[in-house]
Each structure stands twice: as structure tokens, then as C-alpha cells.
């Protein structure tokens, strides 16, 4: 059974389009996070949520909206998409509470903007 | 800069030989973790130390940390094709709930 599983694994759209990607975890963890990896390979956390709140927001343009519904689920919406926005997008998980942040990672989503 | 550099970026050695890898940082942490990422896959974790320990094993890999200089290495000893992979390092930073990762070092294991 996969830890952390994201859909879609590749996503190609226009310029302008709006998308969804979706996150879970069944791992029980408390903190979910995005991370965006570009193509120099540089991965750089946008936001996190710790049971089902918003706890880090890095800058990122409000284009990008995070959503939780529960504690296992994490999605992105990204409106008005750019060709700045393509690259691979990872979810993942930790346990804040009582562990050391040791982090689980999706397979993640590489998103290909047009 | 970034919290966490690597160095080197990329490292290509004979089968059966060992890897060491280095990353240095900023500010000051809770632990320092190590991940790999194969090659179109995410990231997995492979070992942590905490800020008060100074060396850790785990299989064939070593991990250092000095917080005097803040810098940690990851040894692979008696590398295999396998062990082709970018391995990460992530620094857990005091009060910042997140992990800051660095740029990577792309290790190539040559048959």
C-alpha cells in the first residue's frame, strides 16, 4: 500500500488553464507539506499543514491555493497557470507532534505548462 | 545563499568504491536529515542525526555532524549501481517546523 500517493503523475495543459493536484497520506501523520522541484533539481517547500492547518506559507502567489480536508488529504489548485509553473510538484507527510520530521514523499506530479 | 549547500554537485566513482558527500549550513537545528531520489521518483529518507550526536550508522551508510562548523557528510561505503541516485540534505530548523533541503549531489555508481 502506498504511504503517500498523488494524482495525477503527469498533468500537460495550456498557459492559463486552471489545475488540481491531489494528495494522500494513510500513514497517519499530522503535517502534510508541498514541495515544488525545478529543473536544476532544487526543492523548496510552498506550504504546509499541520492537522488541517495552515502552518507555512512560503511565498508562493496566491494563483496557488492549498486545501485540507482532513488530516490525510492535501490538494493544490493552481489558477491562471504559467510556463513558470511547470515542474514536478512532491507532497509529503511527517509526524510533528512527538517525532524528529522525518518526511515521506509521493512519487510526485510533474506539470507541464504549454 | 541556501541554508543547506551540497558539494560536491555531482560525483561519479567505480563500483564497490566509497561516496562521501558533504553539506554545510546556516542557522542552528534540530537534526539533519539525508534522502535519496532515484531518478523520476520522490525523495526517500535514509537516515537523521540529531543536533547533540556526532556520527551515526546505518547499513553501509556513515553520517557525520559537526555543529561547530555546521556541516555533516554521508559516507556510502562499498557502492553499488544501485546506489545511483541525487541524495539530499535537509536541516530541520529550530522554531521553523519545516525542512530546508539542499541542491543535491547526483552520485553515479559506474559498473
Known amino acids: 500500500d502506498t504511504a503517500v500517493s498523488q494524482t495525477p503523475k503527469y498533468l500537460v495543459t495550456q498557459m492559463g488553464n486552471d489545475k488540481s493536484i491531489k494528495c494522500e497520506q494513510n500513514?497517519?501523520?499530522?503535517?502534510m507539506y508541498w514541495y515544488k522541484q525545478d529543473s536544476k533539481k532544487f526543492l523548496k517547500i510552498m506550504f504546509s499543514y499541520n492537522n488541517k492547518e495552515l502552518i507555512i506559507n512560503e511565498t508562493v502567489p496566491n494563483r496557488f491555493s492549498p486545501k485540507s480536508p482532513d488530516k490525510a488529504h492535501l490538494n493544490l489548485h493552481i489558477n491562471s497557470l504559467e510556463l513558470g509553473d511547470s515542474a514536478v510538484y512532491f507532497c509529503a507527510s511527517s509526524q510533528l507532534a512527538g517525532g524528529y520530521n522525518e518526511q515521506f514523499f509521493g512519487p510526485g506530479t510533474r506539470l507541464t505548462v504549454l | 545563499s541556501q541554508q543547506g549547500e551540497e558539494d560536491p554537485q555531482a560525483l561519479s566513482i567505480q563500483e564497490g568504491e566509497n561516496a562521501t558527500m558533504n553539506c554545510s549550513y546556516k542557522t542552528s537545528i534540530n537534526n539533519l536529515q539525508w534522502y535519496r531520489q532515484n531518478s523520476g521518483r520522490g525523495l526517500v529518507h535514509l537516515i537523521l542525526i540529531r543536533s547533540n550526536e556526532r556520527e551515526k550508522h546505518s547499513g553501509r551508510l556513515r553520517v557525520t555532524l559537526d555543529t561547530s562548523k555546521k556541516s555533516s557528510s554521508l559516507l556510502i561505503t562499498a557502492s553499488r549501481a544501485a546506489d545511483t541516485a541525487s541524495y539530499f540534505c535537509a536541516t530541520d530548523l529550530q522554531g521553523a517546523q519545516k525542512l530546508v533541503f539542499g541542491q543535491g549531489t547526483r552520485l553515479t555508481i559506474n559498473p
Open positions: 500513514l497517519g501523520h499530522d503535517t
